[in-house]
């Protein structure tokens, strides 16, 4: 069962800091709102070089397209925002709408089935030595 990745992109709003922004992700955190059916690891990253220096992103794991799915629907039939988990509600009104430059649903993101190559087994990339 391939996992789906998906990866979101985070504009601040000017006069919003990296400080604030840590904070609401800290905050978060510390009230479970990552914790969520299928999804079995999360990411916040910010950019070191290429086309988003400086830039925030986070890189949410769910463990198949199916989990992911019953989150947020199929792609030809997403969910609508009033159908989100409440966790996930509160994350985007209550933590990102103040701080990003547009709203939450209105991020650039891109949702990415895993490849499973043949090198790929038990989660474990394994590399033949010559």
Do not use: C, N
């Not at 690891?41 to 397209?65: L, N």
């Not at 991020?107 to 895993?114: D, K, Q, V």
């Amino acid at each position: 069962m391939a996992r789906i990745i998906s990866v979101h992109e985070y504009d601040l709003k000017p006069g919003s800091s990296a400080e604030r922004f840590e904070q609401a992700i800290r905050a978060a955190e510390a009230r479970g709102l990552f914790e969520l059916p299928g999804l079995t690891a999360h990411h916040f990253v910010k950019g070191v070089k290429g086309a988003r220096p400086h830039t925030y992103a986070a890189v949410w794991i769910y463990e198949s397209r199916e989990a992911w799915e019953r989150l947020w629907g199929t792609p030809e039939h997403p969910r609508e925002p009033t159908e989100y988990p409440e966790k996930w509600r509160i994350w985007e009104e209550e933590f990102l709408a103040p701080i990003l430059s547009g709203h939450p649903d209105a991020i650039r993101f891109t949702a990415y089935e895993e490849l499973r190559l043949g090198a790929y087994r038990d989660g474990v990339t394994s590399v033949r030595r010559r």
